[in-house]
């Protein structure tokens, strides 16, 4: 079974500033997908920003990108030049290769300071 | 938008009531997964049609169930509701079933049983 773990409940940003959100997943498969979801006071889920588990570069998608660190099981979401606009739940998810569901971990609130 | 509809957008019921949430992929995806959202589990994995037939079931109760009809369009029926269902209900499309293509979610369906 897959884990992902977002230790981080909330983060306070200032506004232009870069914040960097915590991610472990834990898996015994060797194809695996990562995934970063935002979600706004209004409830949507928004993905972001995609990893595969053989990608060797780390995934960048705007303002986003994946710090992706294999051997740690680690995949940081970075969000450069916060914007007000970014405050929301974030959240990290997994899924591996031949399982279709996505596993998500708990979430982490930001909030953007003006 | 992400193209993924999900009609009612709120519903409240009572205790005991059977409801029906109605989601309508995006144009093309032949995958459709529901999650469920609370506070007190987070967001979980509830099954997953792939152009018509059940591929993959996840912490779905005996009480739910759903099926997704020859226009791709899918339904999740939630039967002698609880007031621990009490939850947004997400659908989700993709493309296909492989690693890379990411989910899509709906804007979901807020339930209350009270």
């Known amino acids: 079974a897959q884990k992902i773990t977002q230790t981080q409940p909330g983060m306070f940003v200032q506004e232009k500033e870069a914040v960097t959100l915590d991610c472990t997943y834990d898996t015994s498969d060797q194809s695996y997908g990562l995934f970063w979801y935002k979600q706004p006071s209004s409830g949507e889920m928004i993905f972001l920003i995609y990893?595969?588990?053989?990608?060797?570069q780390n995934a960048t998608e705007g303002r986003y990108s994946l710090n992706f660190q294999k051997a740690r099981k680690s995949a940081n979401l970075v969000i450069s030049a916060s914007q007000l606009g970014d405050s929301a739940m974030y959240f990290c998810a997994m899924r591996v290769v031949n399982d279709y569901k996505l596993s998500f971990g708990a979430g982490t609130t930001v909030t953007v300071r003006a | 938008d992400s193209g993924v509809t999900q009609t009612p957008k709120h519903l409240i019921t009572a205790t005991g009531q059977r409801v029906t949430l109605r989601c309508s992929p995006r144009s093309g995806d032949l995958s459709v997964y529901w999650y469920q959202q609370s506070l007190d589990q987070g967001l979980q994995f509830l099954i997953q049609?792939?152009?018509?037939?059940?591929?993959a079931k996840g912490n779905i109760l005996e009480r739910f169930s759903a099926q997704q009809f020859p226009d791709l369009h899918s339904e999740l029926n939630l039967s002698s509701l609880e007031l621990g269902d009490s939850a947004l209900y997400f659908c989700?499309?993709?493309?296909?079933?492989?690693?890379?293509?990411?989910?899509?979610f709906g804007p979901g369906t807020r339930l209350t049983v009270t």
């Open positions: 990893q595969g588990s053989y990608d060797e």
């Open positions: 989700a499309s993709s493309e296909g079933q492989a690693l890379t293509y990411e989910q899509y």
């Open positions: 049609y792939y152009n018509g037939e059940e591929r």
